[in-house]
C-alpha cells in the first residue's frame, strides 16, 4: 500500500519534466539563434533571410486519489490522474539583408495576404459602426 | 518576462562585416506550465573599415498591419461618435 502510495507523485513528476523538456524543445524552436537564415552568397552578393519566430507552450496535470466503500461495505482506496498540453511555433520572413558592393540594403519582405486581412477587418469596424450610427435603436413605448 | 538582444556570428562580405542582431521576449517557464518565445530581427552591424553603423531591420507587414488596424478603429470611433453626438442633438 506504502508502495502504491508513493507511486503517484513520482510517476506524476516524470511526467511533469517530460512535459516541460517538451516545452523547452518547442520554445527553442523560436531561439535568436534562429532569426538570420543560413547566408546565401551568389558572386560578390550576400544574402541574409530574416524572420520573426513565435513559440508558444502550455501544459497541465492533475491527479487525485480517494476512499469509498464498494458493494459489500469494505473501504475501497481508487486514484487516477491525467494531463494534457499542447504548442505552436510560427515563422514569418520579415526581410532579406543583402550585402552588394554597393552597399548594405534590407529588402522587405510584405506579406500581401496579412495586409488584406488586416484591412477587411479594419473595414468591418468601419461598417460596424456606420450600420449602428444609420439604424439607431428605437425602443417601442407600451 | 524577460527581454533579450543578441548578435548572432559575423559574416563577411566583401571588405565589411556584417554582425546580425536579434530581440527576444521570454514569457513564462516550463515550469510554470506556460511558456511564450517571440524572437525577431533588430538589425545588422555593419562594419566598414573604422566606422560602424546600424542598419535595422523593419517589419514591414507588421507595420502595415497595425497601421491599418489603427485607421479602421479610428474611424470606427469617430463614426460613432459623430452619430451618437447626432442622436442627442434636438430635432428642428
Known sequence: MADDEGKGPATENAAGDRAAGVMEALIAAADVSKVFGAPIRHGETLLLPAAEILAVAGFGMGSGAGVRPDASGAPRRGAGGGGGGGGSALARSVAVVVASPEGVRVRPVVDYSKIALAALTAAGFVWASWASMAKPRRFRRP | ?92
Do not use: K
Request: glycine content about 10%; hydrophobic content about 45%; overall charge positive.
Open chain 2, 1 to 92: 518576462m524577460t527581454f533579450s538582444t543578441r548578435s548572432g556570428d559575423a559574416l563577411a562580405a566583401g571588405c565589411r562585416v556584417l554582425v546580425p542582431l536579434a530581440r527576444s521576449t521570454r514569457l513564462g517557464s516550463s515550469r510554470a506550465g506556460v511558456a511564450l518565445a517571440w524572437s525577431r530581427p533588430w538589425g545588422v552591424l555593419v562594419a566598414e573599415g573604422a566606422t560602424t553603423r546600424l542598419v535595422r531591420v523593419r517589419d514591414v507587414t507588421r507595420r502595415l498591419q497595425l497601421g491599418i488596424l489603427a485607421a479602421g478603429l479610428v474611424a470606427a470611433l469617430l463614426l460613432r461618435g459623430r452619430g451618437s453626438r447626432r442622436r442627442r442633438a434636438p430635432r428642428r
